[in-house]
């Protein structure tokens, strides 16, 4: 080995000193200073003024080194040399090094405030951990000014409404994204970016977890290529809260978590013990394009009541006014809203009884469900200056779909699909037979189906490996009849986009295939961002935008506990749900408004919601819900009713 020189050991401790701080370069400068000071004051000694010491000589020296003004008050050549170089060294070491320095320091310190490396000191706040395709939806319901949020906050007494959102990393791109939205940008002052992950317990404080109204754990895109999956971060997450409460003393916050998996609930409540409320994506989405492919039609509808858009909502309200009273009574003072049913406390947890009877007497505790524009719209009354007819809506037998044989073609493959596959095979009046098309392996793909459940044996599937996007691998395939075309939205792309992109470029391919077939199949889109799906879909298709439709729900259940419930009873195969049916299988002789309507659909022991035309509006819309009672109906033979009924549990 070569033996190190003196400039190569000088040079490592400078290097040293650098990379440690600001502070330790100004000692660095500073020592240089002090250093060049001496060497000049020591040459400059043997002429100075008789009588001058050496320490006269180095202040001399560091007179010229920090101002250049004194540079024309010396005499003699020598001087002037050593008083000349002293000057030149002053501007590269004591202002270029020094300004150098502190510009550095400066920018350091803005990009680091820039970072959110500073715990947050609010309480009462909302908190969103991660950023995925779901956030800036979720900040969009959250920010609703007729949101549940807002009663939220107003119920704990917080006055402003303070946001405060975990990212791996925050940027000028996060920050745009947020401002691209006008409902978002005109409350960025309420809005608040930290840099972090939910799996360090640093990060969790740096939001105060612990302090926060509710903790929201969105899910995010899963590639199939890694093991640290959006569940197992939101899992550990969740035992980071649990443990930081402990430690602390203080009771655990209420968390909304979203999870991929429905097998992994068990280990979620597991891991925490405070109030805690699980939406399981894969499952929810699944349902809800089952029940798109039983009742076409049924995405507008999931569009209006699960997003944040002008329309009617559910909502949840207190009874405490109407004790006594029955859901009858209720609803014939609601003029502006449908009496859905009712939730009953059922000893921790709650009883949904939606499509009740209307002669069920309200309990203390209870809480009705109604379907409205407005929340206080959907506001139990007691009298009103003009109440409506009386239904008689009874427990009458369920009188199940007809069912049948259902073909389904899918385009696309992502862990959704083995989810589908077990909720179709609840449909004990159908029989679905399922032609998946897509580049995964099908030996893969067969196994990921038949390991999820032993229910998805029930459901008939075969596999081709090809792309898609290719008209000729679907040609052929087209040419068979087929009730539904469900094309997905990949989670094998990098990004939201692209999987967009694809399936939409998909859709073209499909439909331009299908232009010239007297038979055309539904078509079912599945999107990541709402802004696609204006561009292919309002035509003839169909779409469904999950993060939309994910972010709603967790809004809505930070508010109301008692909503996940809910949902889960209304969008699961059996008990309570929303069908269509045609307006030939009820006696329609005296209906002309939606009161008529509303009666006749109650003495069959249902509950009407609304209207799916068979010709769509000016504005491309079909479906029309919690009409006004007074209106005219103007029913054609191929319209549709829409329906709140109780099927057979399967």
Known sequence: MLPFSFVDRLRYVIERQFVKGAHYQLLVVAGFIALISLVGGWLAWPSAPEGGSLADSVWWAFLRLTDPGYLGDDEGTWRRIVSTGLTISGYVVFLGALVAIMTRWLIDMMVKLEQGLTPVTVRDHIVILGWTNRTIPLVQEILDASGGIQRLLKARETKRLRLVILADEINADRVQELREIPQIRRAMGNIILRSGTALQPEDLDRVACLQAAVVLIPGRNQSGNTLLTGDVETIKALLTLQAQALLRSTPPPYVVAEIDDMRKLSVLQRAYSGPLEVIASDAMVSRLFAQSLVHPGMPELFGEVLTVHDGNEFYIRSTDNCVGQSLGEIGRHAPQAIVCGLMRPHGESWRTWLNAPTEEVIRKGDKVVMLARDYAHAEPQSTTEQPLRPLQRTSQPSRADVGGLRRLLILGWNRRVPALIHELAGYANYRFEVHVVAVVDPDQRA????????????????????????????????????????????????????????????????????????????????????????????????????????????????????????????????????????????????????????????????????????????????????????????????????????????
């Open 447 to 650: 196994a990921q189906i038949s390991a999820y459940s032993e229910l998805t044996a029930g459901v008939s599937c075969q596999h081709t490996q090809a792309d898609y996007m290719v008209e000729g691998a679907l040609r052929d395939l087209l040419a068979q009849r087929f009730d539904s075309v469900l094309l997905l939205s990949s989670d094998r792309m990098d990004s939201g986009e692209e999987a967009d992109a694809r399936a939409m470029v998909g859709y073209l391919v499909v439909d331009e295939l299908l232009r010239e077939r007297s038979h055309k199949p539904q078509i079912l889109l599945e999107l990541s961002d709402p802004a696609n799906e204006a561009l292919v879909v309002r035509k003839r298709g169909e779409s469904i935008v999950s993060p939309m439709i994910l972010s709603h729900l967790m809004a809505q259940i930070a508010q109301r506990r008692e909503l996940g419930l809910m949902f889960e009873e209304l969008f699961t195969t059996g008990g309570a749900e929303i069908v269509f049916r045609q307006p030939a299988q009820y006696s329609m002789q005296s209906v002309t408004t939606f009161a008529d309507l509303e009666a006749v659909i109650a003495l069959q022991g249902e509950t009407a919601l609304g209207v799916y035309r068979h010709k769509p509006d000016d504005e491309g819309r079909r479906l029309h819900l919690n009409p006004p009672r007074d209106q005219p109906l103007k029913l054609s033979d191929a319209d549709q009713l829409v329906i709140l009924t109780t099927l057979p549990a399967s």
